[in-house]
């Protein structure tokens, strides 16, 4: 699969739909290559098929006709900050969010497929990094909207240490490792969870609107820790606290002296340097042409983008790939097993990494299209897949 190179003048292009070389999904299903998109990101699907596509960039395209024959990408929005990866859509309002490195973004929508108004409702990464950090290790910030309301998360500006490696990070920006929470005009700004690293992943499940979140783990633990989570945001009342850096996994202290008892244990666990980066419910009523098999309907889909760990023996720890777990409403079918974060989920697209390291691709966004075909981001090829039934 040939790589995107993000310096060319072309950013987007039309790739007709065609087989992914390499990428493996389930015996069942296909999956192609629909578009090319320099450093695609978070995904955003509109009811009229069309998608809509974040990227490392300030720009955010728009794929029309994601689930036909696709059109060749065009630009959305461009936004007057880097790092437009973060997506949502409210289809209750006829808006689209888009959530950048500084700032949160308001766009209405009405099947139009390019932004007619941009309004900067909220401000994010304000204030200083943590003391004695010696640069910003995440940049990008998340959005979903559930229930009338807007979740903006965004990662801490540490890993998790001061840079002398004695004292856990301490964040000064309330909007840092934390997720907040707002009205759609932006006002009533508050933090919704706090002490969790890095919630890339935002997903909502159609069926009860709660939020979940999908957090990557800090580095330098002991080996395979700590465990990477998905959780539900909406179970826990107030200001979630989700520990990090010195509690993690099942109120495991990682700092001596400090109490872990009213943390949040997450409900589902994947291994240590995963880094989710997208996560999708898959309706549980899907009924369009493309829909999954009964057994996929109302489970997660997540990105899994790999890490640079290795195991001592120059192997990646977390190939990147796609997996899904299997969910019975807000809860996972398969409880945590503490000893094993292998037990609650399955390989669902793999073959983006063969070997120790060598890697064609890394997934990033998820999202299921208004007629059941799931769409995967990749921002290291710079392409959009779709994956569907072999009949559909």
């Known amino acids: 699969m040939p790589h995107f190179n993000a310096n060319l003048p072309l950013l987007a292009a039309l790739v007709a739909a065609a087989p992914a070389p390499g990428l493996h999904a389930p015996k069942g ?6 578009a090319r998109i320099a450093g695609a990101r978070e995904l955003a699907p509109l009811p009229n098929g069309d998608l809509l596509v974040g990227t490392r960039g300030s720009d955010v395209y728009i794929l029309a006709d994601a689930e036909g024959t696709p059109a060749v990408p065009q630009i959305f929005a461009t936004l007057d900050d880097e790092r437009a990866s973060g997506v949502a859509y409210a289809a209750a309002l006829g808006e689209v969010y888009v ?20 309004e900067r409702i909220a401000d994010v990464r304000q204030r200083p990094l ?14 979903a909207y559930a229930g009338g309301l807007v979740y903006v998360a965004v990662g801490s500006s540490c890993n998790a240490t001061m840079d002398d490696g004695r004292q856990p990070c301490s964040e000064v920006d309330p909007t840092r490792a934390a997720i907040s929470v707002m009205k759609t005009d932006g006002s009533n700004f508050a933090q919704r969870a706090r002490r969790i690293r890095n919630a890339i ?33 909406s179970a826990h009342p107030g200001d979630a606290d989700y520990g990090w850096p010195v509690c993690e ?19 589902v666990e994947l291994p240590a340097y995963s880094t989710i980066i997208g996560a999708t419910f898959y309706p549980a009523h899907e009924s369009g042409p493309y829909a999954f098999p ?41 409880r945590v097993d503490w000893s094993d974060p292998t037990t609650q989920w ?22 299921v299209g208004p007629k059941g075909s799931l769409f995967i981001g990749d921002d290291d090829a710079g392409l959009i897949y779709r994956v569907r039934p072999a009949h559909g």
């Open 29 to 34: 299903f296909v999956i192609e290559t629909i």
């Open 201 to 233: 992943a935002l997903a909502v499940n159609p069926e009860t609107e709660s939020v979940w979140v999908g957090d990557a783990g800090q580095d330098r633990l002991p080996f395979g820790h700590p465990y990477e989570f998905l959780d539900d945001l």
């Open 99 to 118: 959530a950048t490195t500084h700032h949160v973004w308001a766009i209405p929508y009405h099947g139009e497929r390019k932004a007619s108004r941009l």
């Open 346 to 367: 399955t390989d669902f697209v793999t073959g983006f990494q063969s070997g120790c390291t060598a890697r064609i691709g890394r997934p990033t966004g998820v999202a």
């Open 130 to 143: 943590a003391p004695g950090t010696d640069g910003d290790v995440h940049k990008t910030t998340s959005v």
């Open 249 to 267: 996994e099942n109120h495991r202290v990682y700092w001596p002296g400090n109490s872990c008892t009213q943390t949040v244990e997450p409900l």
């Open 294 to 334: 009964p057994p996929y309907r109302g489970g997660i889909f997540a990105a899994v983008h790999g890490s640079w760990h290795t195991n001592g023996q120059s192997c990646s720890a977390a190939p990147s790939r796609v997996v899904f777990v299997a969910m019975n409403g807000d809860r996972p079918v398969k």
